[in-house]
Every structure is written in C-alpha cells, then in structure tokens.
C-alpha cells in the first residue's frame, strides 16, 4: 500500500523529515553541501560587489557580481528575486549596454596548461558587450568622469575624440550613442580595415591618417586633440568637443584599478603568482599591477610586460632605455618597426604606463611569428579565436609560467575577437601556411624552451 493510503503514517514520515531538515542547518548546510555553500557565498559577495568594502578584498570563489555593480551602480540582491520568484525580470534588469561591462568570465586555456605543468588563465575581454575589448571599462569611465566633471552634456550635440588604432574608438562611439554624443575618431592609416570600417557603421567620423610620429602634428593623437579644441569654432552651435585622450588620462588605469583587478582577485582566490599584459596605453597593465600588489596586497606576484617586435617598453623595463639612438622617436616613420601586432606596443612611456611601471617586475619580446603561430594554435587546440595582442598575450604567458615553480597560475587578457584582424594579421597567418599546419608541441612551434 502507498503511504498516502495512511495519513497517520504519512504524518509520522513527515515529521521525520522535517526533524531531520532541522538538524541539517541547525549544523550548518555547508557540512554537507560545500558546493551550496559556495554558491551561497558567492551571491552574498556579489550583492555587496567586490568594491563595496574600502579594505583589503574578501577572499572567496569567483565572483558572479552584476556587470552594473562593477561599474559603480547600486549592489543588486540578487538573492532577493530567487527568494521569491514572483518579482518579474525587468525589475531586477540593469538598464542600458554599460551593464555588460565587466565581469568577464576568467577562462583556463587547457592546451597551454597542460603544455606548461602550470594553469594559465585569461580573462575573456572580447565579451565585454559594447565595444567587445578591456577598452570598454575604460571608455565609460573616461565619459562619466567628463560627465561629472561638465565636460560632456548629453544631448547638446557634444563630440567625443580620440585617436586610437581601433578598439577605444569602439568602444568610445559605442557608448556616445548610448548616452548621447557623436564620435570623431583618428586612426593611422596601416590598421585594419574591418576597425575603420565598423566604425563607421557605429556612426563616428572617421578620420584615416599617414603614419606619423608622436612629436609630428599630424599623428594621430595629436590630430584628435586638435579637432576637438576646434570644435566650438567650427560648430557654433552650442555644442563642445571633448578629446579623451586615453593614453593620458588617469580614468584610464584607475578602471582597470577598480574593476579588472578585483574580478580577477576575486576570480582566482586570490591565487595569482603571475599578470601578462601587453601595453598600448599602458592603462591595464598599471591599474591590475596596483590592485593585485598595492590594494590586495599580492606582494609576490610577478607582473609582467607582453611586447611586440618594434616597441620600445620591453627594453625599458629589462635595461631602463626606451630604444636605441637609431630609433628615437621622430627619425623614423611608423612607431612599429616591422610588426604586424595592433593595439599594443609603443616607444614612449605614457602616464598610464608609468602609473603601474615600477610594479612591472618583468618583460617578454614577442616576435610576430611567435604571435601568429600562437594565434593558429589556440583555434587549433582551444577553439579559441583572437587576435594580435591577444596572441602576443599568451605566448609570453608561456614564457612567464616556466619561470614558475609548477602548478602555479598565471593569468592573461584575451583582448579582442580575430574578426577584426581578419585583413592584416589572420591573413598573414594565412600566407605562412600555419592553416595547413599542425602543431604537436607549443615550445617547438613557438621557438622557445622549456628551460626559460
């Protein structure tokens, strides 16, 4: 007979159950169920966000914060609506794109993990959702500061511009749609054309230039910096031009500082014995360096430069010069000697870069044939598909972690999709037949030893 058949001893079975249920949290679930324990953590974390608090950071497993708290809007309690499954979605929804910045998901890249005998993360900043690249943290803060500080009023007509290779100006007209402004970006001339090209369908202006040098006028930086003081004189019609200037700027690196730091932190335990980052700006690098050694207070780990072929910064952190005489800035042409890499590598240091450059404890020189087979062999191995820096990223990574003590865990920045590099740099890889090719080993492949 079914118990149902007899109410007494259904009540009886009842009582049982919820004497033992009793027992279970009056010792504490977390005994028995570590995982809901976790998850538990994890919410309550997430509810307070990993910058609520002005001290050291709380350790803990990784962090599943709403992308909004990150970026300085209200904790969400997101243990409130699982409470009670009748509040509806758009009551708890974050409004607007910048909620899908941050919070990228941190990735362990089985191949090179299993290659190295050390665990080599990276955090996924091509989901970031507005420009899909790290520089979406950045170009937000940049605006809302400029916003705070009246420099910027939505819908009066304002202009943001910048000169960029591509990825901040994306992310920078992403958001000027969103909030309210134009966009007038200056790009040299040698980038991909998938970049000028989309943003042009994100509605900036866009402006292709000759390569020049930094000291010239007519460098990029310098050009955007000019339309945007002309601005008020051409325009007169109440509006203002703003210039960004993402390579100065301190909103830079103090974005990295207050969200990409502590996700990782957050995201690892803590349990970081390495940081790889290229540098472009310099702002990620400096702001990760200061939260993961200054704010965290991570004092052994080794933060470390990723360059390519023709920068200057990998010989200022290894031997304190930029570059040699031959190639100081204004005697030659292009500010990359010889490299297909983009987004990354430079031959002044920028107050960004010099915001975290003490902290950078070492540096790796990338060729861009390391670059592109590395490339080839996170599609293979992986199914990972980037670009240039990104490669240039992980090949130090491998560098970085043999120098380790095994088992160690070193964290990197996928920065963008090989989609934008489709043009230059995947069809280099195309012309070296690395798609025909194979790969067994990654030391072989990429030339380097595994006695770094």
């Not at 089985?110 to 790290?134: M, V, W, Y």
């Not at 990825?167 to 966009?183: C, F, V």
């Not at 390569?211 to 000019?226: C, G, M, Y």
């Not at 993402?246 to 207050?258: K, L, M, V």
Request: aromatic content about 6%; hydrophobic content about 35%; glycine content about 8%.
């Amino acid at each position: 007979m079914a118990l149902t058949d007899h109410p007494k001893a259904y009540g009886t079975a009842a009582v049982a159950f919820a004497f033992t249920a009793g027992i279970l949290v009056t010792l504490g679930f977390k005994d028995f169920y570590p995982d809901l324990e976790r998850r538990y953590q994890r919410k309550i974390r997430s509810a307070k966000g990993p910058l609520a608090s002005s001290g050291a950071p709380s350790t803990g497993s990784a962090s599943v914060a709403r992308r909004d708290s990150i970026f300085w809007g209200p904790p969400v309690q997101l243990e409130d609506h699982e409470a009670n499954p009748d509040i509806h979605h758009d009551e708890i929804a974050s409004e607007g794109i910048e909620a899908c910045i941050g919070n990228t998901p941190l990735i362990k890249i089985n191949s090179l993990s299993e290659a190295t005998g050390r665990t080599i993360l990276a955090k996924a900043e091509f989901l970031n959702g507005a420009g899909n690249s790290p520089k979406d943290r950045v170009a937000l803060n940049m605006i809302r500061e400029a916003e705070a500080q009246r420099l910027l009023t939505p819908h009066r007509g304002d202009t943001i511009y910048e000169g960029t290779v591509g990825s901040t100006g994306i992310s920078l007209t992403t958001l000027a749609r969103a909030k309210g402004y134009r966009a007038h970006i200056c790009m040299p001339d040698d980038q991909s054309f998938e970049k000028s090209d989309l943003l042009h369908h994100l509605g900036a202006t866009v402006e292709r230039v000759p390569v020049a040098p930094i000291t010239s006028p007519d460098h990029f930086v310098n050009l955007a910096k000019r339309r945007a003081a002309e601005h008020e004189r051409r325009h007169n019609d109440g509006s203002k031009g703003f210039f960004a200037n993402q390579f100065e700027s301190t909103a830079n690196w103090q974005a990295h500082f207050r969200s990409t730091g502590p996700e990782i932190y957050h995201q690892t335990d803590g349990e970081v014995d390495a940081f790889v980052a290229g540098a472009g700006t310099g702002g990620t690098i400096a702001g990760v360096a200061r939260y993961l050694k200054e704010e965290a207070n991570l004092q052994n780990v080794k933060i470390v430069l990723a360059d390519p072929q023709g920068s200057g910064l990998f010989n200022k952190i290894k031997y304190g010069v930029m570059y040699s005489a031959t190639e100081r800035e204004g005697t030659r042409r292009r500010q990359q000697v010889d490299s297909i890499v983009e987004g990354i590598g430079i031959n002044r240091v920028t107050d960004n870069f010099e915001a975290g450059r003490d902290l950078v404890d070492d540096a790796v020189k990338v060729t861009d044939e390391q670059a592109c087979k590395m490339a080839r062999w996170l599609v293979e191995k992986d199914g990972i598909f980037v670009g240039s820096s990104s490669s240039v990223n992980c090949v130090a990574a491998v560098v970085a972690a043999m120098k380790l003590p095994a088992d160690s865990q070193v964290v990197t920045i996928l920065c963008d999709s090989g989609t934008r590099h489709l043009s230059k740099f995947w069809k280099q890889i195309k012309e070296l037949g690395l798609e025909e090719e194979e790969a067994t080993d990654v030391f072989e492949a990429l030339g380097i030893s595994k006695n770094v």
